[in-house]
């Protein structure tokens, strides 16, 4: 069992930055893929980006690519999402995500379902 917990999120003016992290509980939290998911007032809860165990695949959503990071500490257990260049359409509840068969897939996944461990979710606003 993981238990995730998200930090980081806020208010902020487009254009701005912030970091997102994911703290994790449990020793097996470096052999699941991390990802992260963000779900905005009337909408699905969509793909944002996600992480192989070991940090070596990343994969992004087209519309943050070049704007997001991610990364993970697995010795921290935490994995985090850089954001810069954030746009209003970046506003959502962001959700950071563990996958207990990601050291085990071939692909990471993007699809929710795949995901065991889901954390609070954090809010992000960014205003125009």
């Known amino acids: 069992q993981v238990r995730l917990v998200e930090s980081g999120g806020g208010l902020v003016q487009a254009g701005g930055s912030l970091r997102l992290s994911c703290a994790a509980s449990g020793r097996t939290f470096s052999n699941y893929a991390m990802g992260w998911f963000r779900q905005a007032p009337g909408k699905e809860r969509e793909f944002v980006a996600a992480i192989s165990w070991n940090g070596g695949i990343k994969v992004y959503v087209d519309s943050v690519k070049g704007r997001f990071s991610i990364s993970r500490d697995n010795a921290k257990n935490t994995a985090y999402l850089q954001m810069i260049s954030l746009k209003p359409e970046d506003t959502a509840v962001y959700y950071c995500?563990?996958?207990?068969?990601?050291?085990?897939?071939?692909?990471?996944?993007?699809?929710?379902?795949?995901?065991?461990?889901w954390g609070q979710g954090t809010q992000v606003t960014v205003s125009s």
């Open positions: 995500a563990g996958d207990s068969m990601g050291r085990g897939r071939l692909i990471i996944a993007r699809d929710s379902n795949a995901y065991d461990y």
